[in-house]
């Protein structure tokens, strides 16, 4: 018999054994109900390896508290139509769950190493055995197969509620719950003995528990709107775009996005291609999955009575900004009943889900909707176990964190004073995502892009503490751990991260429109992530324990720092924080390419030195490049690009002047060299080094002159400096103007072309004073620059008045003898062989005195074709020279003094001979004169005044002939040179007669004319 002591040992240990069992956290022995015989069922197993409690009955969907709290109850027919969504258990137990979170801890050899789909369905997936079973048990209670997937992970069937209420053991009844319509199972349901070892969870038993909604909201555009493409330059995105020295585009990579509703309208996303989409960027495509008769893409989908083609639009076009190229799978379910709000159920969602999860070029999932945390605990199993298969392939989650302020508000902006966070943000395997308001700047007409101002948090922002799920260990650590243990009572805390949700841009129903929510932000890092799984050439699975890491560097401020971290503002219930807090998370991205740099652990430094630092055009420099990585030690066997920019690139269009690719030796430096163009004259080169494999990430640049002036280059880059450069530019400005005007006067004097004018005699020759005053402009002339505008109107008309006496003591002229002895005028063209060369302004002709011997007769020029033989009594030469110098420019020149109404009356002149007919060579071609010979002249041609013969003694003087007029007006019409030559031959007639005495006649006063 054993000593009276010896039972302690067992018996100690036994009980030790039962308190470390009772007090293992988030395991398979989490507080719940045990199964019957003490041993937990599969289903609790996996609700517990998904971080969350478990109640028996709420993998069918049954909740206690919501049966008890239901009005107006009554029976389901049976013969109502009803469809299920079974999701089943992965292969191993909990493994799946292990596998997913080593494959995202860096100290685990799994870490980065994600599945096939093959590889998946192998190790994790249910296996084809359990998948048949499940399906033969519904076939054989009467549902028929609506869908099936690859990693039979889930089954949509459909049936009637008789059929379900026989296979569960339950009954269904309908009511009002909260206000809407609902179903549920009046007694708790149980799984058949040929359904409990494969299935964790039956969705569609219970129906409107779950209230999906969006929230986003429309607004109008502002001055402050953020658009779609901002981000590449508020966070840095260009940087990853442009990393290597050519863009490296998304077009590997596919986003798939889950919605419910009418769809998109088609042509938005084609307007969006050619309106906010960079057009230097590639296009992208789409293939949009109607699900369970969802409708077709169609321009009726902005009609869905749930709004929801809003939400869709916006989510396809911000995440195709951030990842150029990509294509876009945007799967959306039907609408539910208009008493629900249009939300749909559980099961349409979960099936849609499993439709990404199952298409093997889907590298990211974003969800722009959530439901209350912890209201129907099916679902979230359900997503869970999903989200799991999904990041297990390398797939990584992301949902917005709600706009509902964190409170269990009904509407945005209606704060109450109780939290609620939104699910499935709030899951542990989804990276939950919050909003900022951002301040950005922007140049005038856009020369610059815009900069990130000021980031604060948007007011309505989702966040807070999940009543459903812990904490995972991951995300205890930092500033997170102590406002999530503190605060949070050690629940999962959300947001992760943010982005801007408080006025974005897109294009949606054939106009640019504006919109708010955490909508915007989310796609917005699926587009992110989508780009670093370009990159990388795998995508991250979850990543949010890598998050959470690179949260801590920026708890400690060691640079590069990777997120902004958003401090100022706050929503319903939470307040910004430095470091982590549940409203915006660990904040925006600061740099792209220090985020990705530090989620491949292989972020570098990379310093360039340019030997020599200012060359010539034709010179060679030398370019050395050296690696190290955060620590300092140099990074050998990386490769390295270098490339050479003549400006500093901002987009894709730089232009590159030399690539260079070498690598790092042993001491972590490359190096190459570059020759400078001979016809380079920018003052600066850009120099830029990076380097991207799977080891090491990083870039750095330097700038290098180029004295394309010598010595003189330093003189001329201080004038360009400020301030000096402002007073440089007043200088020059004010050299400009004078400069400016003096051309302008001198543009502003008329160019005067010589004309040969016919012999005269001396005392029948204008003054030269008043030759010289009829060429300049007159008062309503125009200068060459104004050539267009309207003139003014002449002083006088041109035709049929004579102009005034050169001097006051010279007779006015008479009509007749005015063509016969003045000068043509500007209207006048010479018959000369060619046409004068215009040069574009006004000329006036000057009056010279009559040469020496007289010009030998020219041919007609081109302006007198038209005129009359000499024999004609009409002369019309003058017609066609007139039209051509007045209309040439649309300048009419002016006589400097204005002619009379009326002129004087007069005698008429004493008969006179006809002068011999010259002719008037242009000034650019003049003619060898020939040797004098006197030519009659045409009957046409004017006349030049002779001298009267002296009165007889007895008889009163004949007044004198008068002075030629200098300025002459145009030619008459043809009738009155008619009746000038027949008062020609009546003066011959006229000498031959005796004189006969006539009284002087009396001079009419003038009249005063005003000046114009």
Known sequence: MPSGRSWVVPLLLTALAALVLST????????????????????????????????????????????????????????????????????????????????????????GHFLSSSGFDTRYAPTPAAYASVEAALRAQGFTIVHTYQDRMFLLVRGNVGEADSLFSTSLVQGLYQGHAATLPSVQPRL??????????????????????????????SAGTIYPNFPHFMYGFDDLYN?????????????????????YNPSDLSSFAQTLYPSDEPSFSIIPVPLEGAPAPSSAAIYDPSGNAFELTLDMEWSESQAPGATLMPVYVPDGPASNHYSPSDTSLEDGLSYLVNNSTVSVISMSFGTTDGGDPSLQASFD??????????????????DNGGSTAGSPNTCTSTSSAEFPASSPWAIGVGGTAPQVTVSLGGSTPPT???????????????????????????????????????????????????????????????????????????????????????????????????????????????????????????????????????????????????LIHGLVNMSITVNPQVTNPGSSVSITVSVVNLTGVPVSHVPVTITVYSQPPTRTNAVVLATIHTSTGSGGSAGGSFIVPVTYLDPKILVKASTLSAQAVGSGSATFGVSALGGYWGALQGLLTPPVSYLFFILCIGLATVLGWLLGRRAA??????????????????????????SRPGPGSRPPWQAGASPRPPAAPRVAKPAPAAAPAAAT????????????????????????????????????PAPAEPEPAAEPSAATEEAPAPESPAPEAAAPAEEASTTFGDIQPQADTPAPEEPAPVEEPAPVEEPAPVSEATPAEPEAPAAPEEVPAPESAPLAPEPSPAPAPDEEPEPPTPEPAPAAPAAPEVPERRAQQKKAVARRKAQEAPPVSRPPPKPKPKRKTSKS
């Not at 197993?45 to 998904?50: P, S």
């Not at 999940?466 to 751990?481: D, E, I, K, N, R």
């Open 749 to 774: 004097v008329p160019v005067r072309t010589p004309v040969t004018r016919p012999a005269q005699k001396p005392t029948r020759t204008a003054p030269p004073t008043a030759a010289r005053r009829t």
């Open 24 to 111: 293992v956290p988030g395991g398979a022995f989490a507080a719940g109900a045990p199964a019957s015989g003490g041993v937990a069922s599969p289903q609790e197993a996996e609700f517990h390896a998904l971080g969350m409690s478990y109640a028996p009955g709420e993998e069918l969907g049954y909740s206690a508290a919501a049966a008890a709290s239901m009005v107006d109850v009554r029976s389901v027919p049976s013969s109502q139509a009803l469809t299920l969504g079974i999701t089943l258990l992965p292969s191993g137990g909990d493994a799946l769950s292990s596998y997913v979170q080593s494959s995202s801890d860096p100290s685990s050899s799994s870490y």
């Open 385 to 402: 176990a999903l989200f799991q298969a999904a990041e297990a392939k390398g797939v990584s989650v992301f949902a917005s964190s709600g």
């Open 813 to 848: 002229p008479s009509p007749q003898s005015t063509p016969a002895s003045a000068p043509a005028a500007a209207s006048e063209t010479p018959p000369a062989t060619e046409e004068p060369a215009w040069t574009g302004i006004a000329t006036y002709p000057v009056t010279k």
């Open 452 to 598: 990130l101002a000021s980031e604060p948090a948007w007011a309505s922002s989702g966040g807070g503490f999940s009543s459903s799920f812990a904490a995972p260990s991951w995300q205890l650590v930092g500033s997170a751990a102590v406002e999530i243990e503190t605060v949070g009572g050690g629940q999962r805390g959300i947001p992760d991260v943010a982005g801007p949700s408080a006025d974005d841009a897109l294009y949606y129903n054939a106009s640019i429109q504006g919109g708010m929510g955490t909508s915007f932000a989310s796609p917005m890092w699926a587009g992110l992530v989508a780009e670093m799984d370009a990159l990388h050439g795998t995508g991250f699975g979850l990543l949010t324990p890598d998050l959470y890491r690179l949260g801590v560097i920026e708890d400690h401020g060691t640079p590069p720092l990777p997120y902004n971290d958003i401090t100022q503002g706050a929503n319903c219930i939470w307040k910004t924080a430095t470091g982590w807090d549940p409203v915006t998370g660990w904040g925006s991205p600061k740099n792209a390419l220090t985020l990705y740099g530090d």
């Open 192 to 221: 058949p003995a040929s359904l409990a070892p494969y299935v964790l969870t039956v969705s569609g038993l219970s129906q409107g528990i779950s209230q999906f909604r969006t929230d986003v909201r429309p607004m109008a555009i």
């Open 243 to 263: 990393l290597t020295g050519g863009p490296n585009w998304a077009t590997s990579q596919t986003i798939g996005l889950l919605l419910w509703g009418g769809g």
